[in-house]
């Protein structure tokens, strides 16, 4: 008897444990077994993390901007490098330096490979090309024996009423009436930007921007380059040096002590500046930083706020892409307001204020399309936009006409009815399927609204360059384009295609003919 109730006390102590263990199992287990995410949970994770990481040093860049190969092959492995995160044969490693885990990097790349459409959707192109009222004129004398034709810059000094262009030569040449051109100076490195006045002795001035290396890169060795024009001989000074691949340069009195100052846009590469290069009391120049961030591309000076100052308008490329304006704070310093923002797949590349619309109010013109990076396809967005003046710095997009590889926009009433015309070349055009829209007029033809005009020049040239002005002294604007022929695989984006323009010819004119 004892015996049997020693076996049934054993058996009911097995079945408590038993029941307990059970128990613990039930409410305990599922904590202390990991959770694995569902491929949904994956993509909904890579979103958040899209957002915080991708949008701390440039406008959030939303999956549908790019296709998801190009998001894969193109995009993913420079983000990674930016994120401190290694590759090797396809492959990523992590290691202490690295901005996330690779659990996360994982989830952020699938979240853009599946929100990412396959292929991305360009608007159906313009396909008829006209002169509209323009004419053809060829410089007088080509050397085809030379090397190709690399122009840089074209300007127009209207001091003298003579066009003056530069290139990759580093040759700064003027050109007469007829288009004949003559070698004024052989500078430092390519000539990217061109500004002239007037000394008070009467002498013919121009400061150019030398770019220093032209291909991408953060060497310090750009200046500015005063030259005194219409000499035999002529004198030269450095204003500024060691700037970070200078494109452009605008000139003010920012300081208000009668001398001309300068603000520079020091696109660089990776690092880079818009810098105020200021005039002293002995004639030398103090250079000051006024936004360190690699991009700034074109720059645009006036009384903004109307308080008697003069302020800085500036467009930034190369990642964090956007307008900014630069309010002179009256003590040698700027306040900066971010007024547009753009993906940093756009590919910013020029602007300009013009009223468009008529209204008194200076709105902004623009142009998306370089096409040289790690995202080379066409593009749906690249294209000339007009952004309308609403007030308080304040600017709403009015306007947008696609053209693929768009690169520089210029306004101007050219058939002479009372509104503002733009013309747009394009470095990056569909070349293989639709080269006519290498150059292109927007004739505005009412308020807001424009009829294009697909000028039939693209044989003549791949157009890097442009300006605008009255070259004949006819009263009305003529366009000049300038021709950067050479090419390789990181300047044609574009497979089995042969460039058949023109190697030799540095620049053509577009002779307006229009409404007198």
Same mark, same amino acid.
């Given at each position: 008897?004892?015996?049997?109730?020693?076996?049934?006390?054993?058996?009911?102590?097995?079945?408590?444990?038993?029941?307990?263990?059970?128990?613990?199992?039930?409410?305990?287990?599922?904590?202390?077994?990991?959770?694995?995410?569902?491929?949904?949970?994956?993509?909904?994770?890579?979103?958040?993390?899209?957002?915080?990481?991708?949008?701390?040093?440039?406008?959030?860049?939303?999956?549908?901007?790019?296709?998801?190969?190009?998001?894969?092959?193109?995009?993913?492995?420079?983000?990674?490098?930016?994120?401190?995160?290694?590759?090797?044969?396809?492959?990523?490693?992590?290691?202490?330096?690295?901005?996330?885990?690779?659990?996360?990097?994982?989830?952020?790349?699938?979240?853009?490979?599946?929100?990412?459409? *396959?292929? +991305? &959707? %360009?608007? #159906? $192109?313009? !396909?008829? /090309?006209?002169?509209?009222?323009?004419? @053809?004129?060829? =410089?007088?004398?080509?050397?085809?024996?030379?090397?190709?034709?690399?122009?840089?810059?074209?300007?127009?000094?209207?001091?003298?009423?003579?066009?003056?262009?530069?290139?990759?030569?580093?040759?700064?040449?003027?050109?007469?009436?007829?288009?004949?051109?003559?070698?004024?100076?052989?500078?430092?490195?390519?000539?990217?930007?061109?500004?002239?006045?007037?000394?008070?002795?009467?002498?013919?001035?121009?400061?150019?921007?030398?770019?220093?290396?032209?291909?991408?890169?953060?060497?310090?060795?750009?200046?500015? *380059?005063? +030259? &005194? %024009?219409? #000499? $035999?001989? !002529?004198? /030269?000074?450095?204003?500024?040096?060691? @700037?970070?691949? =200078?494109?452009?340069?605008?000139?003010?009195?920012?300081?208000?002590?009668?001398?001309?100052?300068?603000?520079?846009?020091?696109?660089?590469?990776?690092?880079?500046?818009?810098?105020?290069?200021?005039?002293?009391?002995?004639?030398?120049?103090?250079?000051?930083?006024?936004?360190?961030?690699?991009?700034?591309?074109?720059?645009?000076?006036?009384?903004?706020?109307?308080?008697?100052?003069?302020?800085?308008?500036?467009?930034?490329?190369?990642?964090?892409?956007?307008?900014?304006?630069?309010?002179?704070?009256?003590?040698?310093?700027? &306040?900066?307001?971010?007024?547009?923002?753009?993906?940093?797949?756009?590919?910013?590349?020029?602007?300009?204020?013009?009223?468009?619309?008529?209204?008194?109010?200076?709105?902004?013109?623009?142009?998306?399309?370089?096409?040289?990076?790690?995202?080379?396809?066409?593009?749906?967005?690249?294209?000339?936009?007009?952004?309308?003046?609403?007030?308080?710095?304040?600017?709403?997009?009015?306007?947008?006409?696609?053209?693929?590889?768009?690169?520089?926009?210029?306004?101007?009433?050219?058939?002479?009815?009372?509104?503002?015309?733009?013309?747009?070349?394009?470095?990056?055009?569909?070349?293989?399927?639709?080269?006519?829209?290498?150059?292109?007029?927007?004739?505005?033809?009412?308020?807001?609204?424009?009829?294009?005009?697909?000028?039939?020049?693209?044989?003549?040239?791949?157009?890097?360059?442009?300006?605008?002005?009255?070259?004949?002294?006819?009263?009305?604007?003529?366009?000049?384009?300038?021709?950067?022929?050479?090419?390789?695989?990181?300047?044609?984006?574009?497979?089995?295609?042969?460039?058949?323009?023109?190697?030799?010819?540095?620049?053509?004119?577009?002779?307006?003919?229009?409404?007198?």
């Amino acid at each position: 008897m004892l015996k049997k109730n020693r076996v049934s006390a054993n058996k009911l102590a097995f079945f408590i444990a038993a029941v307990t263990t059970a128990a613990i199992i039930f409410f305990y287990g599922c904590t202390n077994t990991p959770h694995v995410n569902t491929p949904a949970e994956n993509i909904a994770d890579g979103k958040v993390l899209s957002l915080q990481y991708c949008k701390s040093c440039h406008q959030y860049p939303d999956p549908s901007l790019l296709d998801k190969a190009t998001w894969e092959n193109g995009i993913m492995p420079q983000m990674a490098l930016r994120l401190g995160i290694q590759q090797e044969m396809g492959q990523y490693y992590v290691d202490s330096h690295s901005a996330m885990s690779l659990t996360d990097w994982q989830k952020l790349r699938d979240f853009y490979k599946r929100a990412a459409p *396959q292929k +991305l &959707t %360009l608007p #159906k $192109p313009d !396909t008829t /090309t006209d002169w509209s009222i323009f004419g @053809l004129k060829l =410089p007088a004398k080509v050397n085809r024996k030379g090397s190709p034709a690399m122009t840089s810059m074209i300007a127009f000094n209207a001091n003298e009423g003579k066009l003056y262009t530069g290139d990759a030569g580093n040759n700064l040449f003027s050109w007469d009436a007829g288009l004949k051109a003559t070698l004024v100076k052989k500078l430092p490195s390519p000539i990217s930007s061109a500004n002239f006045f007037k000394q008070p002795d009467g002498s013919n001035t121009g400061v150019f921007t030398c770019i220093g290396v032209l291909p991408p890169n953060d060497y310090l060795k750009g200046r500015l *380059q005063q +030259l &005194t %024009l219409g #000499k $035999p001989k !002529t004198d /030269t000074m450095v204003l500024a040096d060691s @700037l970070p691949r =200078p494109v452009f340069t605008a000139t003010g009195d920012f300081n208000k002590d009668g001398r001309r100052d300068y603000t520079v846009c020091g696109y660089g590469n990776t690092t880079g500046g818009l810098y105020l290069v200021e005039q002293q009391a002995d004639g030398n120049f103090k250079k000051k930083i006024m936004r360190a961030v690699p991009g700034a591309i074109q720059a645009e000076v006036g009384d903004f706020n109307n308080d008697g100052w003069p302020d800085v308008m500036c467009l930034f490329a190369q990642g964090d892409e956007g307008v900014w304006l630069f309010t002179n704070d009256k003590k040698g310093g700027f &306040t900066q307001r971010n007024l547009l923002h753009f993906p940093p797949v756009y590919g910013s590349n020029s602007f300009q204020l013009a009223d468009i619309n008529g209204d008194g109010k200076e709105d902004i013109i623009y142009t998306c399309g370089d096409n040289n990076d790690y995202s080379s396809i066409l593009k749906p967005y690249h294209g000339v936009y007009v952004f309308t003046n609403q007030g308080n710095f304040t600017f709403k997009q009015t306007y947008f006409y696609h053209i693929n590889g768009a690169s520089k926009v210029m306004s101007a009433d050219f058939d002479g009815d009372g509104d503002l015309d733009m013309a747009v070349i394009a470095f990056f055009a569909d070349f293989k399927n639709y080269p006519a829209e290498g150059f292109t007029y927007l004739e505005q033809t009412s308020p807001g609204k424009f009829k294009p005009h697909r000028v039939p020049v693209s044989k003549y040239g791949r157009w890097i360059a442009m300006e605008v002005a009255d070259l004949d002294g006819d009263g009305d604007k003529d366009i000049v384009l300038g021709n950067f022929s050479i090419y390789g695989d990181k300047l044609i984006n574009q497979k089995d295609f042969k460039p058949n323009w023109d190697m030799y010819n540095p620049i053509i004119v577009l002779e307006n003919k229009g409404k007198k």
